[in-house]
Nanobody, 117 residues
Framework: QVQLVESGGGLVQAGGSLRLSCAASGSIDGINAMGWYRQAPGKQRQLVASIARGGTTIYADSVKDRFTISRDNAKNTMYLQMNSLKPEDTAVYYC???????????WGNGTLVTVSS
C-alpha cells in the first residue's frame, strides 16, 4: 500500500501563488508516474499535471506557463507550484501515484484551493 498526503491548499486572491506538496509513504518502490488532478464543484476530476520518475512532465493546457510540477525522489515528495492563480483554478486538488509493475493507482484525500476574485 501507498499513502499519499497532500498539503498546501488554502485561500488566495486572484493573481496569487500557492505551492502544493504530496508526500508518499509505504510501498513506494514501484511508483513511477505521479500527478496532480483537480475537481471543481459539479465537474469531473481532471488532470492538472503529471511527472514521470525520470522527470518528463505533462500539463493541461489551462495551466501551462502558470503551474510547475516537480518531484524530489529522495524525499518521496511531489510539488505543484501554482502562480497567477485564477478563480477558475478553485477546486480540490488530488495527488495520484501509479505503480508501473502492478498498475494500481493510489489517491490522496485532496487539498482545497480557493481563489477569490
Amino acid at each position: 500500500q501507498v499513502q499519499l498526503v497532500e498539503s498546501g491548499g488554502g485561500l488566495v486572491q486572484a493573481g496569487g501563488s500557492l505551492r502544493l506538496s504530496c508526500a508518499a509513504s509505504g510501498s513506494i518502490d514501484g511508483i513511477n508516474a505521479m500527478g496532480w488532478y483537480r475537481q471543481a464543484p459539479g465537474k469531473q476530476r481532471q488532470l492538472v499535471a503529471s511527472i514521470a520518475r525520470g522527470g518528463t512532465t505533462i500539463y493541461a493546457d489551462s495551466v501551462k506557463d502558470r503551474f510547475t510540477i516537480s518531484r524530489d525522489n529522495a524525499k518521496n515528495t511531489m510539488y505543484l507550484q501554482m502562480n497567477s492563480l485564477k478563480p477558475e483554478d478553485t477546486a480540490v486538488y488530488y495527488c495520484r501515484a501509479s505503480n508501473s509493475r502492478s498498475g494500481v493507482l493510489y489517491w490522496g484525500n485532496g487539498t482545497l484551493v480557493t481563489v477569490s476574485s
